[in-house]
């Protein structure tokens, strides 16, 4: 008689979308067990998403404080509590990392602590114990990609997860190496504790993915805000040295090089997949040359009863993107006709403002075929967004020609991310521009916005000159 298995459902990794998959997995009646090496919550919760918005809102706060006398308030001098700031981030992910800690009891997930390494198709070893499970989910995520010639040393020469912790003083010259979502948020933050922040990028342009306009836009602003952007730059090394961190910059095109010095030295070029001694061999599925362990729609590798979701089945690396394959693969577990479908995953940088999209660039639209006509409503007629001080940046509508269907949305504007859900619905529900255009929203808001980009696609905005 062949012996029972252990579980039915094996997670390992407990991020965003491991944790989601194994909570869903237990609420359709599955026995489930969840591993992590690390603190529950992945490195969203512990090292990422989480701990930079916090830091992120604390940057906004200063920023704010500053312009306050505008419009009549004014303060003392300001005084930063580094180990205060540092300490209230720890303290917001300690209390979501216990949050998980708590759903996983709640829902009897079985959560082991330590390193998974797979011993045949069907059972793992985490410390001295194996385990077997007729299916496993693999939800290891990723970790930040390293640059020859820049050692990160969580010192001076730091990766995101160093970046977090801000040091007492504050930089005065900062250098992000990688002007993509993580360079430009810690720049921010950096900019607006007061470093002074230059940010370098290998490619033409800066937030590769996005849409032209959204980031010529953008760019603007973050320059105005004080931070210098290099684009066609490479660092080449990096030497410490008792005045600060001299780093080697070309120029990518003309081969000139020069040498400036920094206090801090962020490397943020990327994350690669993280498999390092999961030992995936051994069950059969495939990983790629780059370490992704590809996954069909239903998250399923070629080996039928193992998963992969998130950053380590393949791009984007997005915490909800992760978070939705964690429910489709622990659905189709349960028997469920679940797929993952989306028409659109949104991408968001959270500065202030923040840049997000949802769907199709311009630029993409017009590669795939479509006839496209485009709608924008610039923030500076919004009344809503002047009282937020607030009037840079704008709403942008990608569309098919002769059907109306929208395609895309990029916005750049306070709150952006927020804004984007009714964007990322109607591109899943198929809507036109028309649709929108109809739907009444409430004034005075930055919503608004969105409506009168809408109108801006057939020339009928209100509040500005349609060409």
């Avoid at 729609?297 to 950053?311: F, L």
């Avoid at 608004?448 to 109108?455: F, K």
């Amino acid at each position: 008689m062949t012996k029972p298995m252990d579980f039915d459902v094996l997670v390992i990794g407990a991020g965003p979308g491991g944790y989601h998959a194994a909570i869903r997995a237990a609420q359709l009646g599955l026995k489930v067990a969840c591993v992590e090496r690390d603190s529950l919550g992945g490195v969203c919760l512990n090292v990422g998403c989480i701990p930079t918005k916090a830091m992120l809102h604390a940057g906004e706060q200063i920023a704010a404080a500053r312009h306050a006398a505008d419009f009549g308030l004014t303060f003392g001098e300001q005084k930063l509590d580094i180990a205060k700031l540092n300490g209230w981030k720890d303290g917001i992910v300690k209390k979501l990392t216990g949050g998980v800690g708590a759903l996983f009891k709640a829902n009897k997930v079985t959560h082991l602590i330590g390193e998974a390494s797979f011993v045949d198709p069907h059972t793992v070893k985490v410390g001295d114990k194996t385990y077997t499970a007729s299916n496993f989910i693999i939800a290891t995520g990723s970790e930040p990609a390293k640059l020859p010639g820049l050692d990160v040393d969580q010192d001076v020469i730091v990766d995101s997860t160093g970046a977090l912790v801000m040091p007492d003083p504050v930089p005065a010259r900062m250098l992000c190496v990688g002007g993509g979502v993580i360079g430009f948020e810690f720049s921010h933050v950096y900019n607006n504790m007061g470093s002074e922040v230059k940010v370098i990028e290998f490619l033409p342009n800066i937030i590769p993915g996005a849409d032209a306009d959204a980031v010529k836009e953008f760019a603007k602003i973050m320059k105005k805000q004080g931070i210098n952007i290099a684009t066609e730059t490479k660092a080449n090394k990096a030497e410490k040295k008792s005045d600060g961190v001299h780093v080697e910059l070309e120029n990518v095109k003309t081969g000139e090089k020069t040498t400036e010095v920094f206090d801090r030295v962020l490397v943020a070029v990327g994350r690669r997949p993280r498999t390092d001694g999961l030992n995936i061999q051994a069950t059969g599925a495939t990983v790629t040359d780059r370490g992704f362990v590809p996954a069909n729609t239903r998250q399923q590798t070629n080996v039928a009863h193992i998963y992969s979701i998130g950053d380590v089945a393949g791009n984007p690396m997005l915490a909800h993107k992760a978070m939705k394959e964690g429910l489709v693969a622990a659905e189709v577990i349960a028997g469920k006709p679940s797929e993952q479908d989306a028409v659109a995953i949104p991408g968001v940088v959270y500065t202030s403002p923040e840049l997000a999209w949802v769907g199709l660039t311009e630029a993409e639209a017009k590669e795939k075929g479509y006839e496209v006509k485009t709608g924008i409503f610039p923030l500076s007629a919004s009344g809503r967004a002047m009282t937020l001080q607030a009037t840079d940046g704008f709403v942008k509508m990608v569309v098919e020609k002769d059907t109306d269907l929208l395609l895309g949305v990029h916005i750049v504007a306070p709150h952006a991310s927020d804004l984007l859900g009714e964007a990322g619905l109607a591109l899943e529900m198929a809507a036109t521009a028309s649709d929108i255009a109809l739907t009444i929203h409430a004034h005075p808001t930055l919503g608004e916005a969105v409506l009168e980009a809408a109108e801006a696609v057939h020339k009928q905005a209100i509040h500005i000159m349609n060409k």
